[in-house]
C-alpha cells in the first residue's frame, strides 16, 4: 500500500492547477471567439441582402452635387427609371458595367446605370468581413474587460463595460471597413452617371477601383478615410452593441425572483437589434457624411476642407443628407443581422 506521503507528492501543485485553468480558460476564449466570428458572418449575410438598397440611397444622396436628387424617393425612382424595377436590388454590377461597354459599342444606345446592388464580387466580400470582425471584436473585447476588471466573470457585464467592448470591436474592423467603403462609394457613385454613347465606366469591378486607387496614390489612397471610419465605428459600436444588450436584458423574461427565465422571444430579439441599429447611427451620422465626401473627393482632400465645403453647402443640414434612408436600412438590417447571429448561435450550441 503507498504511503499518504508519496501519494501526496503525485497531486499537482498549486501553480500547476492554476497554469492548467488559465490554459482551458484561453482555450474556451479562443473557440467563444471563433464562434463570434462565424455567426458575424451569418449576421453580415442577413445584413446585406435586407440593407444594401437603403444603403446605397444614403451615400448618394451624401455624395452628390447640390440639386441632383430631391428626396430619398427621388433616388429609388431615378434609380429605378436607369436600371429597371426588376434589377433594383439584386444583380451583378460587374456583369452590368461590361454591358455598358457592349450596349454602347453594339448598339449606339444610352447606358444603362448600375443597379441598387453592388457586385457580387463586393458583396461576398461585405459578407465575410466587416460585420464578422465587428462581433469577433466584440468577444476579444469583453475579454479584455473581463481580463483588466475586478468583477467575477460570472458577473454580467456592465452597459458602459460592454460600450467598451463594442468600441474596441472598430479597431480591427477598421482595417477592413475603410478600403472596403472607399470602394463601396466609388462604384455607387459611378452608378448613378450617365454615361454619353460609347463611354466606358472608369471602374469595372472592385479590384480594378484597388488597382487604379493604389496607381494614383499608392496604399494611403486605398485607405483614405480611415480615420474618419474609426471615428464613425468606434463611438457608433460602443452605443450598437450597449444599446442591444440594454434593450434585450428590458425584454428579456423574468421569473418572481427578478431573475432572466427562458430564452428571448426572435420577435424581441429583432426588436433589440433594430433599436441598436438606429441608436449606432444618430450620434455619428455627420461623422459617416464627412467620411463619404472624404472617400469619393477627386485628388488630395483633408477633413477640414471637406468639412468646409459640406458646411458651405447648405449649413449644418448639409451633415444630415441621406438620414431617412439610413434610419430605415438601420431597423430592418440590424434586426436581420442579431436575428442571425443569435440563431447561429443556437444552432452551434446544439452541435456542439
Same mark, same amino acid.
Given at each position: ?30 473557440? #467563444? &471567439? ?24 444614403? *451615400?448618394?444622396? %451624401? ?97 458602459? %463595460? ?23 462609394? #466609388? #462604384?455607387?457613385? &459611378?452608378? &448613378? ?13 472592385? #479590384?480594378?477601383?484597388?488597382? %487604379? ?34 434593450? +434585450? ?6 421569473? +418572481?425572483?427578478? +431573475? ?8 424581441? *430579439? ?20 464627412? +467620411? ?61
Amino acid at each position: 500500500m503507498p504511503s499518504s506521503s508519496s501519494t501526496t507528492s503525485n497531486l499537482p501543485s498549486t501553480e500547476e492547477l492554476a497554469s492548467d485553468v488559465v490554459k482551458t480558460t484561453k482555450a474556451s476564449a479562443s473557440a #467563444l &471567439q471563433l464562434r463570434s466570428l462565424a455567426a458575424g458572418g451569418v449576421g453580415g449575410i442577413c445584413a446585406v441582402v435586407v440593407g444594401h438598397p437603403f444603403d446605397l440611397v444614403k *451615400v448618394r444622396l %451624401q455624395t452628390a452635387d447640390k440639386g441632383t436628387y430631391s428626396s430619398a424617393v427621388d433616388v429609388v425612382r431615378k434609380s429605378v427609371a436607369r436600371a429597371g424595377l426588376a434589377r433594383v436590388g439584386f444583380d451583378v454590377a460587374i456583369r452590368d458595367a461590361r454591358a455598358k461597354s457592349r450596349q454602347t459599342e453594339n448598339t449606339n444606345q444610352p447606358p444603362r446605370a448600375n443597379p441598387m446592388f453592388l457586385k457580387v464580387g463586393t458583396l461576398r466580400w461585405c459578407l465575410r468581413t466587416p460585420i464578422m470582425v465587428s462581433f469577433w471584436g466584440y468577444d476579444v473585447g469583453k475579454t479584455l474587460v473581463t481580463r483588466f476588471s475586478s468583477q467575477p466573470s460570472s458577473q454580467p457585464f456592465s452597459i458602459p %463595460q460592454l460600450a467598451s467592448a463594442g468600441f474596441f470591436s472598430a479597431i480591427p474592423m477598421t482595417l477592413i471597413t475603410a478600403p472596403f467603403e472607399r470602394v463601396k462609394v #466609388l #462604384l455607387q457613385i &459611378q452608378g &448613378q452617371q450617365n454615361l454619353p454613347p460609347g463611354a466606358k465606366p472608369r471602374y469595372s469591378g472592385g #479590384l480594378d477601383v484597388v488597382r %487604379q486607387l493604389y496607381r494614383e496614390g499608392g496604399i494611403r489612397s486605398v485607405f483614405r478615410g480611415s480615420l474618419m471610419t474609426l471615428a464613425r465605428d468606434g463611438p457608433g459600436s460602443a452605443a450598437y452593441f450597449a444599446s442591444y444588450e440594454y434593450v +434585450k436584458r428590458k425584454l428579456t423574461p423574468l421569473d +418572481k425572483d427578478g +431573475k432572466p427565465s427562458g430564452d428571448l422571444s426572435l420577435t424581441a *430579439v429583432m426588436t433589440a437589434g433594430g433599436a441598436a441599429g438606429v441608436a449606432m447611427w444618430i450620434p455619428v451620422f455627420p461623422i459617416d457624411t464627412i +467620411k463619404s465626401r472624404l472617400q469619393s473627393a477627386e485628388g488630395r482632400p483633408t477633413i477640414g476642407g471637406v468639412v468646409r465645403g459640406v458646411y458651405a453647402s447648405g449649413g449644418f443640414k448639409a451633415f444630415f443628407p441621406g438620414i431617412g434612408p439610413a434610419l430605415a436600412r438601420a431597423v430592418p438590417a440590424n434586426a436581420a443581422t442579431f436575428l442571425g447571429v443569435e440563431l447561429a448561435h443556437k444552432a452551434m450550441d446544439r452541435m456542439f
